[in-house]
């Protein structure tokens, strides 16, 4: 994370505060008042819309009753008249017709004989002779007894009309136990619609709902629209079940006349909450419709968002005087405060040239005379650490150099050979752009690669001839032996993969573990091939050293069996460029450069053609 992104000014802190102080507890009182507004309004909206289902439940029961009493009054008429029998006068029929006429909302009536032929009235232009008996004989199937029966709302296929069928039994025969007949009457329930519909009602459901307008809808017993303010609803018989404010009224059935019932509903994949209620109108006691209102929660309360927005404004307006107040006041106690922060920072990335001026009478001034007074001792500190620590690191490289130079002191032939070793080393890996503290780790581990062959007896170190196998086992024994010796020393830590393992090889067929592949270490891996470099190169008893291009080309030939391609290419690329050479090396670095410079030079010997032998061992 960027350093910007981890510190907080002072600044920021003072007038976070201040907006606090300021904007809380405005915010916080209009915020309870207008919770408080919303639920008390929410309360008498769900009151008002309780009663408003209610009182049209009633109006749709009274219209329902009225027309019941219609079609009942015809049966106890013809229960009076002695029977159905004055239907075969002359004339009747079209009485009956007239009938039709003299109410709008009467689309069809029939007077159905027990046994008898029936005599059928109705209205052409809405509803057909055949329709109009299939309506009439499904009533009077489900008729039982003397009671009256009020069947569902259903659409007339015809004209589109959503209309209800009443029926009712005419009485006769001995005691007038008998049903001799029945009135049947075919009514509109367009009032109902009506009764239902708003002010937009030619706009779509959901339209209604955006804009805040309550929808008013009247819905079967199994839950599908007979009136909605929405015409392709109500025409459609849409089943309104996925509403739950509809199942509610479904499940509570006669026991519940009315009832508030809030619910939500998904909206472009929100959840929106909604006021809800229900109520009944019964039109006979099979016979009972839900009339349901729903309307968008957020827009019935949107005086209280208005108050909201205003508590707001107001809050706004407040913590902008606050904001500005504040800020001239927090710059000027927070200026000093920053200067000081800024000199640290500059002390901290090693600058301790920095003195600020305060000029203040407050802690804050003292605090800059404090820090300034702190900044000359830790300058004078700082540059005592630094020389101690010079001398520290050139007494370590010298002690390295020296215990290097012993060890290689005991063979004659190679004499110098950890200190080039460790040249190559670092000219391999500033062609691979190591980062500067790897490659001095790598620089000590170079040197002392061969430590452990202070522990080899010298008739095996100094064999002027190839060793046998017995020898050669013991010698294999170095990298174990100097890191035996150089990790009982915690200091030496970072610098034992080079010693250890510079003699594995890629294909796993090296010593002392037999690692392979990516299992060896990348300083291990370097030294390794500089080790070799420096071997085939340097003249020996059993060998003259080898031309340069003949050295780089065997080297080569053992890329991903003994050496790290990577490795061999960045000595490839260094000898072709000639930072490599035999026994000379040219280092990127000022201070490798001048350690080299420093460095005790020792000869290599002559050149040769590539013998036959094996590769040189160190």
Same mark, same amino acid.
């Given at each position: 994370?960027?350093?910007?992104?981890?510190?907080?000014?002072?600044?920021?802190?003072? &007038?976070?505060?201040?907006?606090?102080?300021?904007?809380?507890?405005?915010?916080?009182?209009?915020?309870?008042?207008?919770?408080?507004?919303?639920?008390?309004?929410?309360?008498?909206?769900?009151?008002?819309?309780?009663?408003? $289902?209610?009182? /049209?439940?009633?109006?749709?029961?009274? +219209?329902?009753?009225?027309?019941?009493?219609?079609?009942?009054?015809?049966?106890?008429?013809?229960?009076?008249?002695?029977?159905?029998?004055?239907?075969?006068? !002359?004339?009747?029929?079209?009485?009956?017709?007239?009938?039709?006429?003299?109410?709008?909302? &009467?689309?069809?009536?029939?007077?159905?004989?027990?046994?008898?032929?029936?005599?059928?009235? +109705?209205?052409?232009?809405?509803?057909?002779?055949?329709?109009?008996?299939?309506?009439?004989?499904?009533?009077?199937?489900?008729?039982?007894?003397?009671?009256?029966? $009020?069947?569902?709302?259903?659409?007339?296929?015809?004209?589109?009309?959503?209309?209800?069928?009443?029926?009712?039994?005419?009485?006769?025969?001995?005691?007038?136990?008998?049903?001799?007949?029945?009135?049947?009457?075919?009514?509109?329930?367009?009032?109902?619609?009506?009764?239902?519909?708003?002010?937009?009602?030619?706009?779509?459901?959901?339209?209604?709902?955006?804009?805040?307008?309550?929808?008013?809808?009247?819905?079967?017993?199994?839950?599908?629209?007979?009136?909605?303010?929405?015409?392709?609803?109500?025409?459609?018989?849409?089943?309104?079940?996925?509403?739950?404010?509809?199942?509610?009224?479904?499940?509570?059935?006669?026991?519940?006349?009315?009832?508030?019932?809030?619910?939500?509903?998904?909206?472009?994949?929100?959840?929106?909450?909604? %006021?809800?209620?229900?109520?009944?109108?019964?039109?006979?006691?099979?016979?009972?419709?839900?009339?349901?209102?729903?309307?968008?929660?957020?827009?019935?309360?949107?005086?209280?968002?208005?108050?909201?927005?205003?508590?707001?404004?107001?809050?706004?307006?407040?913590?902008?005087?606050? %904001?500005?107040?504040?800020?001239?006041?927090?710059?000027?106690?927070?200026?000093?405060?920053?200067?000081?922060?800024?000199?640290? +920072?500059?002390?901290?990335?090693?600058?301790?040239?920095?003195?600020?001026?305060?000029?203040?009478?407050?802690?804050?001034?003292?605090?800059?005379?404090?820090?300034?007074?702190?900044?000359? /001792?830790?300058?004078?500190?700082?540059?005592?650490?630094?020389?101690?620590?010079?001398?520290?690191?050139?007494?370590?490289?010298?002690?390295?150099?020296?215990?290097?130079?012993?060890?290689?002191? /005991?063979?004659? +032939?190679?004499?110098?050979?950890?200190?080039?070793?460790?040249?190559?080393?670092?000219?391999?890996?500033?062609?691979?752009?190591?980062?500067?503290?790897?490659?001095?780790?790598?620089?000590?581990?170079?040197?002392?690669?061969? $430590?452990?062959?202070?522990?080899?007896?010298?008739?095996?170190?100094?064999?002027?001839?190839?060793?046998?196998?017995?020898?050669?086992?013991?010698?294999? !024994?170095?990298?174990?032996?100097?890191?035996?010796?150089?990790?009982?020393?915690?200091?030496?830590?970072?610098?034992?993969?080079?010693?250890?393992?510079?003699?594995?090889?890629?294909? #796993?067929?090296?010593?002392?573990?037999?690692?392979?592949?990516?299992?060896?270490?990348?300083?291990?891996?370097?030294?390794?091939?500089?080790?070799?470099?420096?071997?085939?190169?340097?003249?020996?008893?059993?060998?003259?050293?080898?031309?340069?291009?003949?050295?780089?080309?065997?080297?080569?030939?053992?890329?991903?069996?003994?050496?790290?391609?990577?490795?061999?290419?960045?000595?490839?690329?260094?000898?072709?460029? #000639?930072?490599?050479?035999?026994?000379?090396?040219?280092?990127?670095?000022?201070?490798?450069?001048?350690?080299?410079?420093?460095?005790?030079?020792?000869?290599?010997? /002559?050149?040769?053609?590539?013998?036959?032998?094996?590769?040189?061992?160190?």
């Amino acid at each position: 994370m960027p350093e910007s992104f981890k510190r907080i000014r002072l600044l920021y802190i003072v &007038l976070g505060m201040l907006l606090v102080v300021g904007l809380l507890p405005v915010g916080l009182a209009g915020w309870m008042l207008s919770r408080r507004s919303a639920d008390e309004l929410r309360s008498i909206e769900g009151r008002y819309q309780a009663q408003f $289902v209610a009182d /049209k439940a009633r109006q749709i029961e009274l +219209y329902g009753q009225r027309y019941r009493d219609v079609v009942a009054g015809l049966a106890r008429a013809f229960e009076l008249a002695g029977g159905v029998r004055v239907m075969s006068e !002359q004339g009747s029929d079209g009485r009956l017709q007239r009938m039709l006429g003299d109410d709008p909302n &009467l689309f069809a009536l029939a007077i159905i004989p027990v046994g008898g032929e029936p005599h059928v009235a +109705y209205k052409p232009d809405v509803i057909g002779r055949d329709e109009t008996n299939e309506r009439v004989g499904d009533v009077l199937a489900s008729m039982s007894g003397s009671g009256l029966k $009020v069947g569902r709302p259903r659409l007339i296929r015809s004209s589109q009309e959503m209309s209800l069928t009443v029926a009712a039994p005419v009485m006769g025969g001995e005691g007038g136990n008998e049903v001799v007949a029945a009135v049947a009457g075919i009514i509109s329930f367009s009032d109902v619609a009506r009764a239902v519909e708003q002010p937009a009602s030619s706009q779509s459901e959901l339209e209604m709902l955006n804009a805040g307008l309550p929808v008013i809808f009247v819905v079967d017993a199994d839950g599908r629209a007979v009136a909605h303010p929405d015409a392709r609803v109500a025409f459609s018989e849409r089943s309104m079940t996925d509403l739950k404010v509809v199942r509610d009224w479904m499940e509570a059935g006669a026991q519940v006349q009315s009832a508030l019932a809030p619910f939500s509903i998904k909206r472009d994949g929100r959840d929106i909450e909604m %006021l809800g209620s229900y109520a009944t109108a019964e039109l006979d006691k099979d016979a009972r419709l839900g009339v349901v209102a729903m309307q968008d929660e957020r827009a019935a309360l949107s005086s209280v968002t208005e108050m909201r927005r205003q508590t707001l404004a107001i809050s706004l307006l407040a913590a902008g005087c606050a %904001l500005l107040i504040g800020f001239l006041f927090a710059k000027q106690l927070t200026n000093p405060v920053r200067d000081l922060a800024a000199a640290a +920072y500059r002390i901290a990335a090693g600058d301790f040239s920095q003195r600020i001026n305060v000029r203040d009478r407050t802690e804050i001034g003292e605090l800059g005379s404090s820090f300034n007074s702190m900044t000359d /001792k830790l300058e004078s500190f700082i540059k005592d650490l630094q020389g101690a620590a010079e001398e520290n690191r050139q007494l370590f490289l010298g002690i390295v150099k020296a215990l290097a130079a012993a060890i290689d002191g /005991k063979d004659p +032939y190679t004499r110098g050979h950890s200190e080039r070793v460790a040249r190559f080393s670092i000219a391999i890996a500033e062609r691979m752009n190591l980062p500067g503290d790897e490659i001095e780790k790598l620089r000590v581990s170079a040197l002392l690669h061969d $430590v452990g062959k202070i522990a080899v007896d010298d008739n095996i170190l100094k064999k002027p001839g190839h060793l046998t196998p017995e020898e050669f086992e013991i010698m294999k !024994q170095h990298p174990q032996k100097g890191y035996k010796i150089m990790s009982h020393i915690p200091a030496m830590k970072e610098f034992l993969p080079g010693m250890y393992m510079h003699h594995e090889m890629m294909n #796993g067929d090296g010593y002392p573990q037999g690692l392979k592949g990516d299992e060896i270490p990348m300083q291990a891996r370097i030294i390794s091939v500089a080790d070799t470099f420096d071997a085939m190169t340097t003249d020996r008893p059993y060998q003259k050293g080898m031309k340069l291009e003949d050295a780089v080309a065997r080297i080569k030939s053992f890329i991903g069996t003994r050496y790290d391609e990577i490795v061999v290419a960045a000595l490839v690329e260094a000898c072709e460029d #000639g930072q490599i050479g035999v026994g000379t090396v040219r280092l990127r670095s000022r201070r490798a450069s001048i350690e080299n410079s420093n460095s005790i030079e020792t000869g290599i010997g /002559k050149q040769a053609t590539v013998p036959a032998e094996p590769i040189p061992v160190n």
